[in-house]
């Protein structure tokens, strides 16, 4: 008998905290005209969403995960999200090719239908789910689905691009596709993508790839919206990151702290 989805939203109204609530509400920029709007929250912290994941993620199915990823509940989705990233690495630890690829295909459907749809349910899954399936398949197959990713009208798609090219950069020290997704989204205009790319090309350095980062840098700089630059440069030393604020568009802050 599987976890049904009334068993596992039981489990979460049963921690919601309406003070709580109010201040995610804020956090996640719920009002009229932002990126969050409409989103409901009930104010439940992170640590007791993953408690919750841990002990129905085994046995929930996708047809439970559709229904909580339709909700307007912010933290249905996600839980939902949590217990599908839990499923695909078990289904990569075993080998399971077509259950691995059943998870990359829901994944991507649900994103295209707009549920996955505030950074954090994208953080917290598309570095596991799509970076990890795209890489295991090797070669350049990653681009076919991340470059009209990065090209698509919806932020979060847009952001998910970004977001999968981490576990090439962590997992294989693999920094093309970190280098040309955030070169693709250099000139976006929302600042969530600014930190997201930013984010990735200060991974690159920190994870090995300094050299890529620094020519990643020189070409572009001058063009890159002012948050990605002090993002990406944030782990170098001082000398280097005054240089490279030097460079960055003008009215830059010379300080490269976010």
Request: charged residues 30%; positive net charge; aromatic residues 8%.
């Amino acid at each position: 008998m599987t976890s049904s989805y009334s068993a596992i939203t039981k489990d979460l109204q049963a921690l919601r905290n309406p003070e709580k609530a109010k201040l995610l509400q804020r956090f996640f920029k719920t009002g009229k005209g932002q990126y969050g709007e409409g989103d409901v929250f009930l104010g439940i912290v992170v640590p007791k969403q993953r408690e919750v994941v841990k002990k129905h993620w085994k046995k929930a199915g996708l047809a439970d995960l559709q229904q909580m990823l339709s909700s307007k509940i912010h933290e249905y989705r996600l839980v939902a999200l949590l217990m599908l990233v839990e499923q695909y690495k078990q289904a990569e630890k075993e080998k399971d090719r077509a259950r691995c690829k059943a998870i990359f295909d829901f994944y991507l459907k649900q994103a295209g239908a707009g549920r996955i749809n505030n950074w954090d349910l994208v953080d917290s899954s598309a570095p596991y789910i799509v970076g990890g399936y795209l890489h295991a398949l090797g070669g350049e197959e990653w681009k076919k689905v991340l470059v009209p990713l990065a090209k698509s009208e919806k932020l979060w798609e847009r952001r998910i691009a970004v977001l999968a090219t981490l576990y090439f950069t962590v997992k294989g020290q693999h920094y093309e596709p970190a280098r040309q997704m955030c070169e693709m989204v250099l000139q976006d205009s929302h600042d969530l993508m600014h930190k997201a790319s930013g984010w990735m090309l200060r991974e690159v350095g920190k994870r090995g790839g300094e050299g890529v980062l620094r020519e990643f840098l020189d070409q572009h700089a001058k063009r890159m919206p002012r948050t990605m630059l002090r993002y990406a440069i944030e782990r170098m030393d001082e000398k280097s990151r005054e240089k490279y604020m030097q460079k960055g568009p003008k009215g830059a802050k010379r300080s490269a702290r976010t």
